[in-house]
């Protein structure tokens, strides 16, 4: 069994994060996914759904069925994933919340950190 290294533990390597966008439509949830691919902008981006989601807005409470986007990608690249997930989304105020990875398999990290490193080239 490979051993699980905590990401501080790696020098010179750039943060993993898992940044986590919800959609309205599975047809959002895929085109943002792809794009996200395809610009090196995320290693890998899992879509989940439907899910149901409670949120208040304006005051109110609302319910609506949504997807949800994990996108595997690391810190450096926050900004860029942020600007193109505002630029498609159709919500006024879309989520784009990161959550740092604080342990992962060593070959999965070299893995995202070579995909998404590949976009600054």
């Known amino acids: 069994m490979t051993e699980l ?17 919800s959609t309205p439509d599975a047809d959002t949830a895929q085109a943002i996914a792809t794009q996200l691919v395809d610009r090196h902008l995320a290693a890998c981006v899992q879509i989940l759904g439907p899910i149901t989601s409670v949120y208040s807005w304006k005051r ?11 996108a595997k990608t ?18 006024e105020v879309p989520e784009v919340v990161a959550v740092t990875v604080r342990h992962s398999l060593d070959s999965y990290g070299a893995w995202v950190r070579d995909v998404v490193h590949d976009g600054d080239d």
């Open 60 to 70: 109110e409470t609302h319910q609506a069925l949504e997807w949800l986007l994990l």
């Open 74 to 91: 690391t810190a450096e690249r926050f900004d860029a994933v942020s600007e193109l997930v505002t630029s498609r989304h159709p919500y």
């Open 5 to 21: 290294t905590p990401v501080q533990r790696v020098p010179g390597t750039s943060r993993l994060i898992e940044v986590r966008v």
